[in-house]
């Protein structure tokens, strides 16, 4: 089993890079820009291309395996995920950064055996960023082992968080009032960033750059590849509100270690929102 796992690690990181090449291309010319769910949803041609690209490639590989990818959960197809080798696909992470040319894009690509993830990468091919984990054997960028951040007082963290797709009023005050909490005495966090996209973020905490990230109301393939990439680096990924993870419940924490969680989930109010 060992050699198959590193067979599909290979596998993976390969097309990350391909793909990535793909991307960097597409990075610096103009557009062809749709939205999906509201407005401030975007997909590009690109996403699509990737996506098909990644999936086509993989399962000419791995026949038997599975696969759940963004751009064809939103062009209709239901994500299924069962004991089976699964994998989970991200063609770009990151669109609207994409779009205005910010250089937080990442392919991320995800390998659940038996719904347990073993493979990980997260490749930001901006800045050439190939971040990989295989379960057990710690994470890594670009060959480097990498380390979560070992602040465990919430008012020494630099948080990360994002403001998401919706603009639904509701939606925007939970994501503000969170914000506010955190910002505010007594709480009152070292500072919050938005970057623009989930697995970079899960990134940054895998790196030891945050000590925290949250959101609601991102999907299955946001985090999937990244949330390996943050256990293996000694971190910690739950429920927000300090509730094991549900992959498919659209809520995500993560964090250099469970103190620190523990901490901040007393603060963070979600909206339950339609799983994947
Ligand atoms: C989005 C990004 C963004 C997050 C959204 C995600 P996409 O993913 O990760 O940071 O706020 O919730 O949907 O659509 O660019 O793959």
């Known amino acids: 089993a060992e050699q198959e796992i590193q067979e599909y690690f290979d596998a993976a990181v390969d097309i ?13 010319k103009e557009k062809n820009i749709d939205t999906k ?6 997909v590009t041609e690109t996403d699509k291309y990737i996506e098909e690209l990644i999936i086509r490639t993989l399962r000419e590989k791995f026949p038997s395996h599975s696969f759940i990818g963004e751009e064809s959960a939103s062009a209709g197809k239901k994500s299924v995920f069962t004991n089976n080798p699964t994998w ?30 073993e493979v990980g990468i997260v490749f930001n091919p901006i800045k050439d960023q190939m971040f990989t984990a295989r379960r057990g054997t710690g994470a ?11 602040v465990t007082d919430l008012s020494k963290a630099l948080v990360i968080t994002e403001l998401g797709s919706s603009r639904d009023p509701e939606i925007v005050n939970v994501v503000m009032s969170n914000l506010r909490r955190l910002a505010e005495k007594p709480i009152a966090v070292h500072s ?31 985090i ?12 910690v990924t739950l429920d927000p509100s300090g509730k094991p993870l549900d992959l498919l419940a659209r809520r995500i924490l993560a964090a250099g270690n469970k103190e620190l969680a523990d901490q ?13």
């Open 37 to 42: 769910s509201c407005g401030t949803d975007l």
């Open 264 to 276: 901040v989930s007393q603060y963070l109010d979600c909206i339950d929102l339609p799983r994947d």
């Open 192 to 222: 919050i960033r938005l970057q623009g996209s989930a697995a970079l973020n899960m990134c940054s905490v895998a790196s030891g750059e945050a000590e925290l990230y949250y959101e609601c109301g991102i999907h299955v393939w946001d």
């Open 16 to 28: 990350a890079r391909k793909a990535g090449h793909v991307v960097f291309e597409a990075f610096h």
């Open 140 to 150: 890594f960028c670009n060959g480097k082992q990498i380390h979560c951040s070992s």
């Open 88 to 117: 989970i696909i991200d063609p770009i992470d990151g669109t609207t950064n994409f779009v205005h040319r910010y250089p937080m894009v990442a392919i991320c690509i995800g390998l659940a055996i038996n719904k347990q993830m």
């Open 224 to 235: 999937a590849a990244a949330g390996i990439i943050v256990e293996e680096a000694g971190g």
